[in-house]
């Protein structure tokens, strides 16, 4: 708890841009700096649905957003002139491997070509101090091992994401070696997280939305892949990390500078069948199908990362358990359907993750 209270505290004050900031772990985070006493600057293209977490949180009511695609370097270029900030937190991206095949172009275009230019934005700004670089679990060459990939171990991918999050990896290797470890006073990371659920996500063939939409509708929850086994986390956890983290590179950037994993304990990979049985627990009521296809594209079996370095250097560890997960996620789309206000919610869900590290 003290790292984490220490790191926030580095942010009072601070100016601070978060791309993706309309996003699911993007409009979390932003709420957590602001909460902090950051001076917040968001990037993003406009929410894509009306109840997305940014939205009915009225986050544009506490951050200075700007519309604007990572794909467009003069636009991102003009908001890094007008935040020149200390921090930069790059979340954007195109995060879905069922998307990734219907649109590969638009995927490494998004995620490799936009972050070259948000790599670029940063090389030129002599006011950052500290880069978060968030990739995915994803970017490993996933071999379907039974422990968890380590920061150096092989990067790769079979799907057009997979393979976008990679590629995204070597380039921010490249600007590191090439520009960045010329700046004694900047640190830069990069950052690979788990499958991370919770409250307002709404995103289309994501386990967690698809469940809520079928539950509120009363509609039977369909599995594709139920054996599927994914390190399953509260966005909490890896938001932490990732705080945790920039504090550190703004102290000491040479020793924290590098790659990080922020994945759950190794009993949180749980099967899909086992997370939804959760959510269907949680909520008190539905059903369960599975209709799985040959012709469903290509997805991983089993995947799940190895953390040390995060709990040994960092002091980072997770915090929820994989049920305390499920029950925080359900919780948090109940009392918003029961009408409490979406503010109120996220912020509280937020201090009670934060008292968790007393018990």
């Not at 290797?173 to 788990?194: I, L, M, T």
């Not at 990732?242 to 304990?265: C, H, I, M, V």
């Not at 059903?287 to 040994?312: F, T, Y």
Request: hydrophobic share 40%; proline share 5%.
């Amino acid at each position: 708890m003290e790292n984490l209270v220490s790191a926030l505290s580095v942010f009072r004050g601070k100016r601070v841009l978060v791309t993706g900031d309309t996003g699911f772990k993007g409009s979390w985070l932003s709420l957590w700096l602001a909460e902090a006493g950051a001076e917040v600057y968001g990037f993003a293209l406009p929410p894509g649905r009306i109840d997305d977490h940014f939205n009915v949180l009225k986050l544009a009511d506490r951050i200075q957003h700007h519309n604007g695609d990572i794909r467009h370097l003069d636009q991102l270029g003009a908001c890094f002139e007008r935040a020149k900030p200390e921090f930069v937190f790059h979340l954007a991206a195109q995060a879905l491997v069922r998307r990734s095949y219907r649109d590969p172009k638009e995927t490494f275009d998004t995620n490799v070509g936009g972050s070259v230019n948000v790599l670029e934005c940063v090389r030129r700004t002599p006011s950052v101090r500290a880069l978060i670089y968030i990739t995915s679990d994803k970017c490993y060459r996933n071999r379907e091992w039974v422990w968890g990939y380590r920061e150096n171990d092989e990067l790769g991918g079979h799907d057009p994401y997979s393979a976008s999050k990679a590629a995204a990896e070597l380039v921010f290797s490249a600007y590191g070696d090439s520009f960045f470890r010329a700046r004694p006073d900047f640190g830069f990371a990069s950052v690979r997280a788990g499958n991370v659920i919770g409250g307002g996500d709404w995103s289309e063939d994501r386990i967690v939305p698809d469940c809520l939409r079928a539950l509120r509708e009363g509609q039977p929850i369909v599995l594709r892949k139920p054996n599927a086994t994914r390190p399953w986390q509260h966005v909490l956890e890896p938001l932490a990390g990732y705080l945790t983290l920039a504090a550190a590179l703004k102290r000491d950037p040479q020793e924290f500078s590098g790659a990080w994993n922020f994945g759950p304990n190794p009993d949180a990979a749980r099967s899909v069948h086992d997370l939804v049985r959760g959510v269907v627990g949680a909520w008190g009521s539905g059903q369960i199908k599975v209709q799985s296809s040959s012709s469903d594209p290509h997805e991983a079996g089993l995947l799940h990362l190895n953390c040390d370095k995060a709990r040994h250097c960092l002091g980072w560890k997770p915090c929820w358990d994989f049920d305390r997960t499920v029950q925080e996620t359900v919780a948090w789309y109940r009392d918003v359907a029961s009408g409490s206000e979406v503010a109120s919610v996220s912020v509280a869900q937020i201090q009670a993750y934060m008292e968790s590290f007393h018990d």
